[in-house]
């Protein structure tokens, strides 16, 4: 079992930064993509940023292209988001997620849709001011 802690939410406004952090425990971290989703009240979960089990292949969601950014350090077993030039629109729960692995992954593989992760963290709110 995978337990995934969020943090780094925060309220900030239009315009700023925040880096979100996700931590997983419990299992070998380069077994798994990572992934961030959100969710904004009254909409579905979406996709925001993956990442491959190595760090070498990286996925955006249109609307975050150029201004997030996803990366993993495997040494620190911690996957992160940075989000920059954020904007009211950002405003969501937002939520970490991990894909498992193995030797019949696509090298670089990277997952955009949910029912492709296998755990998933508490969520963490981000709010972006006017």
């Known amino acids: 079992q995978v337990q995934l802690v969020e943090s780094g939410g925060g309220l900030v406004q239009a315009g700023g930064s925040l880096r979100l952090s996700c931590a997983p425990s419990?299992?070998?971290?380069?077994?798994?993509?990572m992934g961030w989703f959100r969710q904004a009240p009254g909409k579905e979960r979406e996709f925001v940023a993956a990442?491959?089990?190595?760090?070498?292949?990286?996925s955006y969601a249109d609307s975050v292209k150029g201004r997030f950014t996803i990366a993993r350090d495997n040494a620190k077993n911690t996957v992160y988001l940075q989000m920059n030039s954020l904007k009211p629109e950002d405003t969501a729960v937002y939520y970490c997620?991990?894909?498992?692995?193995?030797?019949?992954?696509?090298?670089?593989?990277?997952?955009?849709?949910?029912?492709?992760?296998?755990?998933w963290g508490q969520g963490t709110q981000v709010t972006v001011s006017s």
């Open positions: 990442v491959s089990w190595s760090g070498g292949s990286t």
């Open positions: 997620a991990a894909a498992t692995v193995d030797s019949r992954t696509v090298v670089g593989a990277t997952f955009r849709t949910s029912s492709e992760y296998d755990y």
């Open positions: 419990g299992r070998t971290f380069r077994n798994y993509a």
